[in-house]
T-cell receptor
Framework: GAVVSQHPSRVICKSGTSVKIECRSLDFQATTMFWYRQFPKQSLMLMAT?????????EQGVEKDKFLINHASLTLSTLTVTSAHPEDSSFYIC??????????????FGSGTRLTVV | AQSVTQLDSQVPVFEEAPVELRCNYS??????LFWYVQYPNQGLQLLLK??????LVKGINGFEAEFNKSQTSFHLRKPSVHISDTAEYFCAVMDQGDNDMRFGAGTRLTVKP
């Protein structure tokens, strides 16, 4: 089936530094990928929609200059948390929509990245 | 815009008992509906989905869900749960013709021996 690989699974960084998270579709092409943020014991909140070859679409309240998204190819989207602060600590999950029929109008999710800013 | 309400934040149940996790949605258009399971520190795994056709949908791990358009519900059921079913379960909705998937707040299912 469709697989989305997300790396790293865990990262600890110092306050003020930047962190890049990668999301790859391994066996299908994803023109659209999605980035979510999940706080402890809460649901997923859509941060932005990443479109291959064009600018990402951010949800209201998400700082586009802080959460930089690049979707340079049909299989890779990256989320960079710039000048990270402790309040950015969270679980970040990406997903991609598989139009080939395997996912069937659903999304395939990465395994998530636990970001801790100290 | 669509929205999803999961009526129970926590559901404790004994092993081998039946369980129902409730989900209601609202949307002005036709929708696709999904149930996902999340184990600790992992991404989401698709349990089942409703796209069209039969309102009773069977998924993996013995789960099933029924789409009820009049009640705008998509409740998840399993006749006999196992300890390994302990996890967080998310109901999700997507408007047909749209790209955005919206999630409910999640239901924590805890299966006790």
């Amino acid at each position: 089936g469709a697989v989305v690989s997300q790396h790293p699974s865990r990262v600890i960084c110092k306050s003020g530094t930047s962190v890049k998270i990668e999301c790859r579709s391994l066996d299908f092409q994803a023109t659209t990928m999605f980035w979510y943020r999940q706080f402890p014991k809460q649901s997923l909140m859509l941060m932005a929609t990443s479109n291959e070859g064009s600018k990402a679409t951010y949800e209201q309240g998400v700082e586009k200059d802080k959460f930089l998204i690049n979707h340079a190819s049909l299989t890779l989207s990256t989320l960079t948390v710039t000048s990270a602060h402790p309040e950015d600590s969270s679980f970040y999950i990406c997903s991609a929509r598989d139009h080939s029929g395997q996912g069937g109008y659903g999304y395939t999710f990465g395994s998530g990245t636990r970001l801790t800013v100290v | 815009a669509q929205s999803v309400t999961q009526l129970d934040s926590q559901v404790p149940v004994f092993e081998e008992a039946p369980v129902e996790l409730r989900c209601n949605y609202s949307s002005s258009v036709s929708v696709y509906l999904f149930w996902y399971v999340q184990y600790p520190n992992q991404g989401l795994q698709l349990l089942l989905k409703y796209l069209s056709g039969s309102t009773l949908v069977k998924g993996i791990n013995g789960f099933e869900a029924e789409f009820n358009k009049s009640q705008t519900s998509f409740h998840l059921r399993k006749p006999s749960v196992h300890i390994s079913d302990t996890a967080e379960y998310f109901c999700a909705v997507m408007d047909q013709g749209d790209n955005d998937m919206r999630f409910g707040a999640g239901t924590r299912l805890t299966v006790k021996p």
